[in-house]
């Protein structure tokens, strides 16, 4: 019987490993050798195979392993390097990371894949530095036992869109397809052991959260252009001041200094800041921290959005704060500078607090606790944490007022909720007020909380409900943000449109268009900007993710609806999908995602916000958005085939995305037409231009020489 041998790998040509499934050289899915090709996955209204999506990848490789190769045994390695690869594996799964791929002493993972989070690139650097950490505390078990002193590891990590679906027959899998996951192969690959390297797109993800250090251009092997590198160091720990200017939000301002007044008075105050994302929630509370000053304790944490197995993280946060020191500082400094600051604080209550804070900080309890902690109930255990935060707290607010903010509240676990709720009764016996930041979210921990606040202490609670900038505002932004003369006022007009009353959509919008060079190019021809305009990168994973938590079926109608339009008929929709789809529609409704636009005459519906339907669409490779604007023509035509003359423009705009030339150049000129006899000739001229370009496209001389004349009489009147 003939032997199957790994096939090179298509795009580099290197020999994978027998059983590889991605190419360790540049990161490419393989086919299984002797494997068939599988069969295309049905595709219907439900069923969207392949899509578009943005993705981080990390690849970790162990350097070192050629050593341990003259010393042990083969099997001996192999035990090894399989426990650092499965350390490695659990790195990347605490932040919610998926492992692609094995590859003998490495790993390949996924941020983003088979669901998008917003903070992907986030969880990816978190994963990588924690990789570091793994592997070198691994790497001393190493050099203890065998003196061998260069066991290590590499890392790479890059963003950028991929094409995403189903590959592989015995055991098909998803792959992510594209530039970012070969280049992230390649920096991992290229960069020395012991470092992460970080892609472009990456680093500018994470500039605001990370240290970083450029490295340079690095060329990589199998590309004709290098590519600009990063060196992650690890997580900022200073708070840099913001570079948006705070527009439009004087009235939560006002509210905002009042309650610190009330609690520079003396007395304790509960703050909630609740708002979609972008709208300035984390702004408002920079201002409110600067405000406060020096009078003012000030005390804060951010919830993860992967912290789920860190009970109480943003207290553990506050604490270490407090006490000066960080994440990597030795057990010894920890407990010692805690015992010192706590019993100068807490005096004769420092047994009721200590064993407990110092059980948030994870350090090992003092034999004289021991015995005592393991004796507790886990119910018990949290009682007690959450009783020596509040004494601790109370203790600080004895010499001047506390505040304690909670950021991004949504994503706390209910440990954490449980201990902010504790801390409820506090602001009233002293001057500590809770500022907490979240999102409209009824099913979030932070939603319950606001509840419990609403109960048990209205007379100590300030709401503030953030809503969309106002027109006036968000221009105002704009210009603040934008050097003076670089932005027009048309591209100001359709960027603020296009961000729809949203700060922070309004300001990567921008950065985006400076970052490709468009407002340069405006100067000198037209452009614009619609909804073929790429989304930029962190709106693009933001959106994404939103919809990424959608159930499959309410997901893919929602692609099918971006097609069809920013608002659409739910008549329309149903015979584009040729479905019932009452469920998935309810299921879009309850996330917020669509909203009812009108029911007489008949019932039609709305994405929420532009960006969610262009991020729907974003996610459709260009085949399948293609058909689908066909099958959205087409069920025009069934649904109103007595009023067509009424529909002409959707048709030529749909028929003009599917690439039906024919069609396209049909209802374009019908357009141009309708427009004339309504008197409208800028709009006519502007059909017929569309018509004459896709008339050359179709090479249709004859449409030509009709179209031509018309673009070029200047509109009447």
């Not at 899509?51 to 192999?78: I, N, Q, Y």
């Not at 003998?104 to 993972?109: L, S, V």
């Not at 963003?159 to 192969?185: E, F, H, R, Y």
Request: net charge negative.
């Amino acid at each position: 019987m003939a032997q199957d041998f790994p096939a090179p790998c298509p795009r580099c040509s290197a020999r994978p490993p027998a059983e590889a499934r991605f190419c360790p050289s540049c990161g490419t899915a393989l086919q299984p050798p002797g494997a068939a090709e599988p069969p295309p996955p049905a595709e219907g209204p439900g069923e969207l195979a392949t899509e578009l999506r943005p993705l981080t990848a990390l690849f970790a490789d162990v350097v070192g392993s050629t050593s341990l190769g003259e010393r042990l045994r083969p099997d001996e390695v192999k035990a090894l390097i399989g426990e650092c690869v499965s350390r490695m594996s659990h790195a990347v799964e605490e932040f919610g990371g998926t492992i692609q791929a094995y590859m003998g002493d490495g790993i390949a993972a996924y941020f983003g894949l088979p669901a998008a989070h917003e903070d992907d690139p986030e969880r990816a650097a978190h994963a990588a530095l924690r990789i570091l950490e793994v592997v070198e505390e691994y790497a001393r078990d190493i050099d203890r036992a065998w003196g061998i002193t260069d066991f290590n590891v590499r890392v790479g990590i890059n963003s950028g869109q991929v094409a995403a679906g189903i590959v592989g027959a015995g055991k098909p899998q998803a792959v992510g397809l594209g530039d970012a996951t070969n280049v992230a192969a390649r920096l991992q690959g290229a960069t020395a052991p012991g470092t992460i390297a970080a892609g472009e797109q990456t680093a500018k993800l994470l500039a605001h959260r990370f240290v970083l250090e450029p490295i340079g251009e690095v060329q990589l092997k199998g590309r004709e252009a290098a590519v600009s590198a990063w060196r992650l160091v690890g997580p900022r720990t200073d708070r840099d001041e913001p570079t948006t200017p705070l527009v439009g939000r004087e009235a939560e301002m006002g509210r905002l200094a009042a309650a610190l007044e009330d609690l520079k008075a003396g007395r304790g105050q509960v703050v909630t800041l609740v708002g979609e994302v972008g709208l300035g929630k984390a702004r408002l509370l920079w201002e409110l921290r600067h405000l406060a000053g020096d009078d003012v304790l000030w005390l804060e944490g951010r919830c993860l959005s992967y912290g789920g197995a860190l009970p109480y993280w943003p207290f553990v946060e506050m604490l270490r704060e407090w006490l000066g020191v960080g994440e990597g500082d030795a057990e010894v400094g920890i407990r010692t500078r805690l015992r010192a600051r706590m019993g100068a604080w807490l005096g004769d209550r420092l047994p009721e607090a200590l064993p407990y804070l110092g059980q948030l900080l994870s350090l090992r309890p003092e034999p004289e606790f021991e015995a005592h902690l393991r004796s507790l109930t886990p119910e018990e255990f949290g009682r007690r944490v959450r009783a020596a935060f509040g004494v601790w707290i109370e203790s600080l607010a004895a010499t001047r007022p506390v505040v304690v903010a909670l950021q991004d509240l949504h994503w706390a676990d209910a440990s954490t909720r449980q201990l902010a709720e504790d801390l409820l009764d506090v602001t009233d016996r002293a001057p500590v007020t809770i500022v907490a930041t979240f999102r409209p979210d009824p099913q979030s921990e932070a939603w319950a909380f606001r509840l419990r606040a609403t109960a048990g202490h209205p007379h100590r609670l300030v709401e503030l409900h953030l809503g969309p900038l106002s027109r006036e505002a968000a221009e105002a932004l704009a210009e603040r943000l934008v050097a003076a003369g670089e932005l027009d006022g048309w591209t100001k007009d359709a960027v603020v449109d296009r961000a729809e009353g949203n700060p922070l959509y309004l300001e990567e919008l921008l950065h985006g268009l400076i970052e490709s060079g468009v407002l340069e190019r405006r100067r000198t021809w037209t452009l614009s900007l619609s909804q073929q305009d790429l989304l930029p990168p962190a709106l693009e994973s933001l959106l994404v993710a939103r919809i990424d938590r959608l159930p499959a079926p309410a997901r893919a109608l929602a692609q099918v609806a971006a097609v069809v339009g920013r608002t659409f008929l739910k008549r329309l929709l149903e015979r584009v999908t040729a479905a019932d789809i009452d469920d998935e529609i309810a299921t879009l409704l309850r996330a917020d995602m669509i909203r009812e636009h009108r029911r007489y005459p008949e019932l039609e519906y709305t994405f929420r916000h532009g960006l969610l339907q262009e991020a729907a669409l974003a996610t459709l490779p260009e085949g399948t958005r293609r058909d689908l604007h066909r099958r959205v023509a087409e069920a025009v035509a069934e649904v109103f085939p007595d009023s067509l003359e009424d529909h002409v423009e959707v048709l030529a705009h749909h028929y003009t995305e599917a690439r039906d030339l024919p069609r396209a150049l049909e209802y374009l000129d019908r357009a141009g037409s309708k427009a004339m006899a309504s008197g409208s000739p800028d709009e006519a001229r502007e059909m017929w231009l569309r018509a004459l370009k896709v008339a050359r496209r179709a090479g249709d001389a004859g449409a030509e020489a009709r179209l031509a004349p018309k673009v070029a009489e200047p509109p009447a009147g």
